[in-house]
């Protein structure tokens, strides 16, 4: 299954600009009342800033990851087995998995159908998976001007982490979604200033392959808009509001009436 780009490129920077251990805690902290306890897998688990709070919480963690530099630096984090590997094949066995976790990744595989597919064979019936989606900003005047530059690079289809792209692949495979919740987690304060250097860095995954005339296009006036905002090194709130779906596996069917 294809998935778009490697994040070996933003691998050393990754965890400074999304929020580091604190959002890990912050999603641990969210998501533990709903997923049940035991043998928990992550599905591209970077460098290990969610697994590491879900194993401090007790669960044994197995993460997977397609990009080997990022899953040394989980390496070096979590304690738990680590798997360089597409999500599309899990070496798990069949129904022995509790809880699967999949934060901020959906939306970077072509194939979500076969995803759940998979997760839902490795996951025992009453097992939980949680989809946590990619988020918005909290209203301010940096989230003004990157929201309309990123809908205008990815347009207005909807994103294959989205209840309206999920629900309807998930129950064919078994899972049923049974909470739809809303989390806040922290990112680090950002200035206008860091924000237009992140975003001429490229280190959003949705900025790697954006050809030169719609750089020109789209990306160059919001970075020129970036840094004429008044006060521009004075950090904006840090809140990223984001969108938690908690999908169950179904109970296995006997067959008897
Ligand atoms: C945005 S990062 C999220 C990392 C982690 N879940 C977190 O929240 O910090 C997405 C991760 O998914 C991995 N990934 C993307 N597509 C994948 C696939 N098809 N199979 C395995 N890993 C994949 C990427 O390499 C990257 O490390």
Not at 15 to 28: I, K, L, Q
Request: proline letters at 10%.
């Amino acid at each position: 299954m294809a998935s778009r780009g490697s994040f070996d490129r933003v691998a050393d920077r990754y965890d400074e600009t999304r929020g580091g251990e604190e959002r890990g805690r912050a999603v641990a902290a969210h998501l533990a009342p709903h997923l049940p306890p035991g043998e928990l897998i992550e599905l591209g688990v970077g460098t290990g800033l969610i697994a590491v709070a879900f194993a401090d919480r007790g669960w044994r963690v197995t993460g997977f990851d397609i990009a080997p530099a990022m899953l040394a630096r989980a390496a070096a984090r979590v304690p738990g087995r680590l798997v360089l590997g597409n999500v599309s094949a899990l070496p798990v066995r069949d129904a022995t998995v509790d809880a699967a976790l999949a934060v901020h990744v959906l939306h970077l595989v072509d194939e979500p159908g076969a995803v759940l597919s998979e997760v839902a064979r490795a996951l025992r019936p009453g097992g939980r998976l949680a989809v946590v989606g990619t988020g918005q900003p909290e209203a301010s005047d940096i989230s003004d001007l990157i929201g309309p530059m990123a809908r205008a690079l990815v347009g207005d289809r909807p994103r294959t982490d989205e209840p309206a792209v999920l629900a309807p692949l998930a129950g064919p495979v078994g899972l049923t979604l049974v909470e739809d919740l809303e989390l806040r987690t922290p990112a680090p304060p950002t200035t206008p200033t860091a924000a237009a250097r992140l975003v001429e860095d490229r280190l959003w995954s949705s900025l790697w392959d954006v050809p030169a005339d719609q750089w020109a296009r789209v990306v160059e006036p919001a970075i020129g808009a970036l840094r004429r905002l008044p006060n521009p090194d004075q950090p904006r709130p840090g809140i990223v509001v984001v969108q938690t779906l908690i999908f169950e596996k179904d109970p296995v069917r006997t067959g008897r009436v």
